[in-house]
């Protein structure tokens, strides 16, 4: 059974989290309690913390379809445990397509997009395109960073038995991943440029050759991040600041540039690169997320005489999430040697977002909610 009050980490607006003590909200109707296993920290917590609130909904301005303000619990790639079915939620059968078994005691991982569910874009799958809005666990409701998180039933999505519950965490930055991919139009066979080997960089390097890429080559400036591209199995890795990149990846296709490029780093230099990494027909597609108020330019004239498409993706949808986990059970794909490290939930803001923050060899660290905090040895 869940306790009456746990320990959450929690942003207030300012670049710190609070370890506070919080009641266990009632399970709502459609709601779902998960005993949370694992959550990951991911590029997006870091941005909240140290220069939000961004994402969060400050006091005041509640989120539209939530109603959440700050202080919010952080935590959208998690996975757990059902330890509670809330009314209404039925206990899938046996071999339900796509979602399996959903019952107490179910391991789960969480697809953190919350939206309308009504809309146009809602009904048609795209959630995350959803005309009235959008949250995220994590962001605007309680997240995976406490011991235990309602959720609602259509987010959760059950977990194959052989994919442990520390992979089934990455199943959501994966997913992002899967989703850049897909929205690129790749098929098996192709070539891909990837600009950028962070995290999301690096996932998207796994999938394109999961998806049966016949080269992969990827831009980054950071030594440490060039080295986790190569253990990727990245075909090449180019050091942008001393090596003209462009000019390599011609070359590496004889001078026809690739079928796609995915750009994982979001700068002006960046879109340029991809627009013109790419052959006649080729498909660029954004993943980084640009500052609003930045507005970069985009040189029509190379786009149009190669009929170039320029695209964008935008988080990812349930059908990805599915395909994930698909990927991840059957071995096609593999992750487990991208979770760099694991913490527990007190150490989330030292061991966690700081060292993430001044650590590039860093990919993916995992707060495994099990662990106790490691003391520092007594004298
Ligand atoms: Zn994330
Ligand atoms: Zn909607």
Same mark, same amino acid.
């Given at each position: 059974? !869940? ?39 991911? +590029? ?17 301005? *509640? ?61 048609a799958g795209d959630t995350p395109l959803c005309d009235l809005a959008i949250g995220l666990y994590g962001y605007a409701r309680p997240g995976g960073l406490a011991p235990f998180v ?27 991943? $899967? ?13 891909? @440029? ?14 394109? @050759? ?24 990245? =075909?090449?890795?180019?050091?942008? =600041?001393?090596?003209? !990149? ?19 780093? +979001? ?28 507005? *970069?330019?985009?040189?029509? $004239? ?8 320029? =695209? ?5 949808? !349930? ?11 059957? +071995? ?7 979770? =760099? ?39």
């Amino acid at each position: 059974m !869940a306790p009456a009050s746990m320990r959450a980490m929690r942003y207030h607006g300012k670049p710190e989290l609070v370890l506070d003590d919080v009641s266990l909200p009632q399970l709502k109707p459609g709601e779902v309690r998960v005993k949370v296993a694992f959550c990951g920290i991911c +590029g997006s917590d870091l941005h909240e913390v140290f220069e939000g609130p961004l994402t969060c909904c400050p006091v005041g301005q *509640p989120h539209p379809l939530t109603g959440g303000t700050l202080p919010e619990t952080l935590g959208h790639e998690f996975s757990g445990v059902v330890e509670e079915l809330g009314e209404g939620v039925e206990e899938d059968g046996e071999g339900t397509e796509g979602r399996r078994t959903l019952r107490v005691g179910s391991r789960v991982c969480i697809e953190p997009v919350i939206s309308c569910r009504q809309c146009d874009a809602c009904k048609a799958g795209d959630t995350p395109l959803c005309d009235l809005a959008i949250g995220l666990y994590g962001y605007a409701r309680p997240g995976g960073l406490a011991p235990f998180v309602n959720v609602a039933s259509s987010n959760v999505h059950v977990v194959p038995d052989n994919v442990p519950l520390d992979i089934a965490a990455l199943a959501e930055p994966l997913s992002v991943a $899967w989703h850049a991919v897909a929205v690129s139009g790749f098929k098996m066979g192709e070539s891909a @440029f990837v600009i950028g080997c962070g995290p999301i960089g690096a996932l998207v390097t796994r999938v394109l @050759f999961a998806q049966g890429a016949s080269a992969v080559y990827v831009s980054e400036p950071s030594a440490s991040r060039r080295a986790i591209a190569s253990q990727c199995g990245a =075909t090449a890795v180019f050091d942008p =600041t001393t090596d003209d !990149a462009l000019a390599r990846v011609r070359e590496a296709t004889g001078g026809q540039g690739v079928d796609v490029a995915i750009d994982c780093a +979001g700068t002006q230099r960046t879109v340029d690169a991809a627009i013109e990494s790419t052959r006649r027909k080729g498909r660029i597609v954004m993943v980084a997320l640009f500052d609003k108020a930045k507005r *970069p330019t985009v040189d029509m $004239w190379a786009l149009m005489t190669k009929e170039r498409t320029l =695209t964008s993706s935008c988080c990812f949808n !349930a059908e990805d999430m599915r395909q994930v986990l698909a990927a991840l059970s059957s +071995g096609r794909i593999k992750v487990d040697d991208l979770i =760099t490290c694991r913490i527990a939930l007190s150490e989330v803001f030292d061991k966690g977002l700081e060292v993430l923050r001044q650590d590039p060899t860093q990919v993916k660290i995992l707060v495994d909610l099990e662990r106790e905090a490691v003391q520092p040895a007594s004298l």
